[in-house]
Every structure is written in structure tokens, then in C-alpha cells.
């Protein structure tokens, strides 16, 4: 197979993509390129592996967990890091919300920051914006062999600084766990301490652990940090005085992601011939290229108006409101519930109700007073195909 120029099938529309993703013939491909960062994290494993490791990691993605990082351990956060900004009555959203997403992000995955000082944060900051260049390095315009050995030199020295550290940190708790000294509720809840408390049945190497917190650590931060600015700059673009309900706003992170997917597409090798249920065909070594952008604006789907920003749409059932932006299948997002809280009907929310991380943040942010700079435009980034802010002047 020829994997520079592979026979490609593309898949455009919402029936034939949602099929796509739960096919077991299809193989991930998104992160080829992105092995430096990527190699062995779950998202890219298949079959028996993937589905060993996701079980384990399942453990922590429960609704527990979540009602307790909405309602506590996310607000503190977002108050931080936004009251410096807001002291100084202005704020860029592109790093804002990358720091405001990213201390979340470390403690699902497991990321101490023994100092506690906005230094370390910001070195931590630094390692994390590498390793997304890491992960993306299919879209990166550059050297890319050049940048690859940069991400490599950046996971290096965050191992040192900040994995083994906190490796250390679990590592004693799991001693006291096993002498009786504690109990299960006293060790960290997170992706580190699940994979090192597992090691052995996993059989996982040092390296591999190393990825995958990383790899959490920018799933977890940049998607959300992404969806969290396009929302803001759709709520601003409806140009309307109220910004509504939480229950509103949490339609419109759904409404925003629908339109603007954290990636515009997901891909598959497909390991043997498949029959579509549209009944295309896809044969052994093909690469198929799922459409999200487009599938994600399937009028059949969505209606004629699908390109539309609409949080009030109205939908099928069975019908997600974010369309297939946190894709389906073995690989459906692990944090999607986190992020994006419950699915939002046509009843109001009762109180168990959870919104998502984005919705808190957009909500603070709104409450705060922030509004467009007027003089100092928001710009799209020119070095990415991807449709990426590069910076989003913000006043309070
Ligand atoms: C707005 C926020 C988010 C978006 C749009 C998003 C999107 C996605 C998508 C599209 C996939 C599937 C990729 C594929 O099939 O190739 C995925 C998988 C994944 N996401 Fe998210 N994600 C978000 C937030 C999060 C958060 C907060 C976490 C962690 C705390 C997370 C962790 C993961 C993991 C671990 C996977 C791989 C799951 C597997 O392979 O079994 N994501 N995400």
C-alpha cells in the first residue's frame, strides 16, 4: 500500500458517516503523522488493545466525576483565571482559555504542579502547546521533520519536570493503598494513577505512559479551549444584548461545534473491504476520509437551513445537536460528557442536569462583561488550514 497516495473514499453525509465510525474494519488514521506525540495512545490503538485500555479508563469518565468537576473543582479554576484579566478590564481568548482549559486538563490526566506558581503553570503551558503541534502535525504547514524533533526534545523535559514527579507521587499512594494505610477514595482521581495502579495488566511501558497523559493533557485542553473561543465569537456575532440561560448557552456550544468540529475531518484505513450501508464499497487499503464539516451540515440531518447557526433548531430524534463532532463508535470521545455536559431536549433541565465545562466558561466569561476589542480585531491564524483564532481581543 501506498501511503503517500492511498485511494481515498470520502464520506460526506450524516447517514453514511455515522456508519463509518462504528465500522470495526476501519482503522484510526488521523495521527500518523503525529506518532511523536501519539504513538500508543488510545485513540489510536484498535481491536483488543483499545478495548482493555478504554475499559480501564472508562473507570474515571463517570457522572460522579463529572457533577464534581462541573460544580466544584471546575468554577474555582475559571474564576482565576479569569480575574487578573478582568482587574485589567481586557483579556486575549486564544491563551485564556488554553490556561483555563488546561488546568482542568491536568488533573484529569494527572499532571501535578507541586509549586503552584503562575511559573510553573506557564511552563507546563509551553510543554502543552507542543505537544499539539505534535498531534496536528498533518496540518502543519512547516518543516514538519524539524518540528517533530522539537516536540520530541519538549516530552523529554516535561518526563523529568512534571510526569515522574507526580508518577512518584501515585506511586507512593498505591503503596500506602496496599499497606491499608488509605482507602480507594484517597488516590487521585485521575488517568495517571488509573494506568500506573493497571501497569502490569496493560503491560505498559514508561514511554507509553509518558504519551498518554500528555495526550490527555491536550484532548482534553485544546478542543475544549477551541470550542470555548468559536462560541464566544458566535454568541457575540448574534450581536444580542441577553445572553440568555445556561440551557441556552449550552445549545450554543452544541451549535457551534456542529458547524466548526475541532477537526474538520476523521480518517480510516480501511483493514478489509467494507460495504457502506449507502452500499459504496471501500476496498482493503483504502483511506477513508469521514467529512465531518460536511456531515456535519447534511440537510437530511439538519435541514435546508443546516448551514445556519441556530441554537433553537429543531431536530430528529436521534439526532445529535453537536452533529458527529465528538465522533462515534470505539473511539467516541472519552470527555464528551465533561465538555459538553447531557444531552439538552425539549424540556427544561432538571437539577441533576450537567452543562459542560464550555458553558461554565462561556458563562463566566459572559457574566464578566466581556465584548469584542474595538480597536484590536480578532484574526483568524494564516498558518493553519484548520480555521484556528490566532488571537481574540476581549474587554470587560
Ligand atoms: C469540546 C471538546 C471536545 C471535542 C470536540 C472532542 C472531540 C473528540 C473526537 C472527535 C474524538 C474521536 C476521534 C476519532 O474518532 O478519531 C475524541 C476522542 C477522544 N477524546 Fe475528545 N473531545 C473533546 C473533549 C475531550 C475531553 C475534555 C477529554 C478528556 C478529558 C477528551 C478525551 C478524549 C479521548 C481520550 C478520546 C479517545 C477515545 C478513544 O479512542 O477511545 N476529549 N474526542
Same mark, same amino acid.
Given at each position: 500500500?501506498?501511503?503517500?497516495?492511498?485511494?481515498?473514499?470520502?464520506?460526506?453525509?450524516?447517514?453514511?458517516?455515522?456508519?463509518?465510525?462504528?465500522?470495526?474494519?476501519?482503522?484510526?488514521?488521523?495521527?500518523?503523522?503525529?506518532?511523536?506525540?501519539?504513538?500508543?495512545?488510545?485513540?489510536?490503538?484498535?481491536?483488543?488493545?483499545?478495548?482493555?485500555?478504554?475499559?480501564?479508563?472508562?473507570?474515571?469518565?463517570?457522572?460522579?466525576?463529572?457533577?464534581?468537576?462541573?460544580?466544584?473543582?471546575?468554577?474555582?479554576?475559571?474564576?482565576?483565571?479569569?480575574?487578573?484579566?478582568?482587574?485589567?478590564?481586557?483579556?486575549?481568548?486564544?491563551?485564556?482559555?488554553?490556561?483555563?482549559?488546561?488546568?482542568?486538563?491536568?488533573?484529569?490526566?494527572?499532571?501535578?504542579?507541586?509549586?503552584?506558581?503562575?511559573?510553573?503553570?506557564?511552563?507546563?503551558?509551553?510543554?502543552?502547546?507542543?505537544?499539539?503541534?505534535?498531534?496536528?502535525?498533518?496540518?502543519?504547514?512547516?518543516?514538519?521533520?524539524?518540528?517533530?524533533?522539537?516536540?520530541?526534545?519538549?516530552?523529554?523535559?516535561?518526563?523529568?519536570?512534571?510526569?515522574?514527579?507526580?508518577?512518584?507521587?501515585?506511586?507512593?499512594?498505591? #503503596?500506602?493503598?496496599? @499497606?491499608? $494505610?488509605?482507602? !480507594?477514595?484517597?488516590?487521585? %482521581?485521575? /488517568?495517571? *494513577?488509573?494506568? +500506573?495502579?493497571?501497569?502490569?495488566?496493560?503491560?505498559?511501558?514508561?514511554?507509553?505512559?509518558?504519551?498518554?497523559?500528555?495526550?490527555?493533557?491536550?484532548?482534553?485542553?485544546?478542543?475544549?479551549?477551541?470550542?470555548?473561543?468559536?462560541?464566544?465569537?458566535?454568541?457575540?456575532?448574534?450581536?444580542?444584548?441577553?445572553?440568555?440561560?445556561?440551557?441556552?448557552?449550552?445549545?450554543?456550544?452544541?451549535?457551534?461545534?456542529?458547524?466548526?468540529?475541532?477537526?474538520?475531518? #476523521?480518517?480510516?484505513? @480501511?483493514? $478489509?473491504?467494507? !460495504?457502506?450501508?449507502?452500499? %459504496?464499497? /471501500?476496498? *482493503?487499503?483504502? +483511506?477513508?476520509?469521514?467529512?465531518?464539516?460536511?456531515?456535519?451540515?447534511?440537510?437530511?440531518?439538519?435541514?435546508?437551513?443546516?448551514?445556519?447557526?441556530?441554537?433553537?433548531?429543531?431536530?430528529?430524534?436521534?439526532?445529535?445537536?453537536?452533529?458527529?463532532?465528538?465522533?462515534?463508535?470505539?473511539?467516541?470521545?472519552?470527555?464528551?460528557?465533561?465538555?459538553?455536559?447531557?444531552?439538552?431536549?425539549?424540556?427544561?433541565?432538571?437539577?441533576?442536569?450537567?452543562?459542560?465545562?464550555?458553558?461554565? @466558561?462561556?458563562?463566566?466569561?459572559?457574566?464578566?462583561?466581556? %465584548?469584542?476589542?474595538?480597536?484590536?480585531?480578532?484574526?483568524?491564524?494564516?498558518?493553519?488550514?484548520?480555521?484556528?483564532?490566532?488571537?481574540?481581543?476581549?474587554?470587560?
Amino acid at each position: 500500500m501506498n501511503r503517500t497516495d492511498p485511494p481515498t473514499v470520502t464520506v460526506s453525509t450524516y447517514a453514511e458517516a455515522r456508519d463509518a465510525f462504528r465500522r470495526k474494519e476501519l482503522r484510526q488514521a488521523l495521527y500518523d503523522a503525529g506518532e511523536v506525540v501519539m504513538a500508543d495512545v488510545l485513540v489510536n490503538l484498535h481491536g483488543d488493545e483499545h478495548r482493555a485500555r478504554r475499559r480501564l479508563e472508562n473507570r474515571l469518565f463517570r457522572r460522579a466525576v463529572h457533577t464534581s468537576y462541573e460544580r466544584e473543582l471546575f468554577p474555582p479554576i475559571v474564576e482565576e483565571t479569569l480575574a487578573p484579566h478582568v482587574a485589567a478590564g481586557s483579556a486575549e481568548l486564544v491563551g485564556l482559555s488554553h490556561q483555563m482549559m488546561m488546568n482542568l486538563a491536568a488533573f484529569t490526566a494527572g499532571v501535578d504542579r507541586p509549586a503552584g506558581t503562575a511559573e510553573e503553570t506557564f511552563r507546563l503551558y509551553s510543554y502543552m502547546m507542543r505537544f499539539i503541534e505534535g498531534a496536528t502535525l498533518a496540518h502543519y504547514a512547516g518543516d514538519r521533520e524539524a518540528k517533530a524533533a522539537e516536540v520530541a526534545a519538549a516530552l523529554e523535559a516535561f518526563d523529568g519536570e512534571f510526569l515522574q514527579p507526580s508518577v512518584e507521587r501515585r506511586r507512593r499512594a498505591l #503503596a500506602r493503598l496496599d @499497606a491499608g $494505610e488509605i482507602t !480507594e477514595d484517597d488516590l487521585p %482521581r485521575d /488517568v495517571l *494513577a488509573v494506568l +500506573l495502579r493497571n501497569s502490569d495488566d496493560l503491560r505498559l511501558p514508561a514511554d507509553v505512559v509518558l504519551r498518554e497523559t500528555c495526550f490527555y493533557l491536550l484532548a482534553g485542553a485544546h478542543t475544549s479551549a477551541t470550542a470555548f473561543v468559536r462560541t464566544l465569537h458566535s454568541i457575540f456575532t448574534l450581536g444580542s444584548e441577553d445572553s440568555g440561560d445556561l440551557a441556552f448557552l449550552q445549545r450554543c456550544v452544541h451549535e457551534t461545534m456542529r458547524l466548526h468540529p475541532s477537526s474538520p475531518v #476523521a480518517m480510516r484505513w @480501511a483493514l $478489509e473491504d467494507v !460495504e457502506l450501508s449507502s452500499g %459504496r464499497r /471501500v476496498a *482493503a487499503g483504502d +483511506l477513508v476520509v469521514i467529512d465531518l464539516m460536511a456531515a456535519n451540515r447534511d440537510p437530511a440531518a439538519f435541514g435546508d437551513d443546516a448551514d445556519r447557526f441556530d441554537p433553537d433548531r429543531e431536530l430528529a430524534s436521534g439526532v445529535g445537536r453537536w452533529g458527529l463532532s465528538f465522533g462515534l463508535g470505539m473511539h467516541a470521545c472519552i470527555g464528551q460528557e465533561l465538555a459538553a455536559g447531557m444531552a439538552v431536549g425539549d424540556e427544561p433541565p432538571g437539577d441533576e442536569h450537567l452543562y459542560g465545562l464550555v458553558a461554565v @466558561a462561556v458563562r463566566a466569561v459572559l457574566d464578566a462583561g466581556a %465584548r469584542p476589542d474595538p480597536d484590536d480585531p480578532a484574526r483568524l491564524d494564516p498558518a493553519s488550514e484548520r480555521g484556528y483564532w490566532a488571537t481574540y481581543p476581549v474587554r470587560f
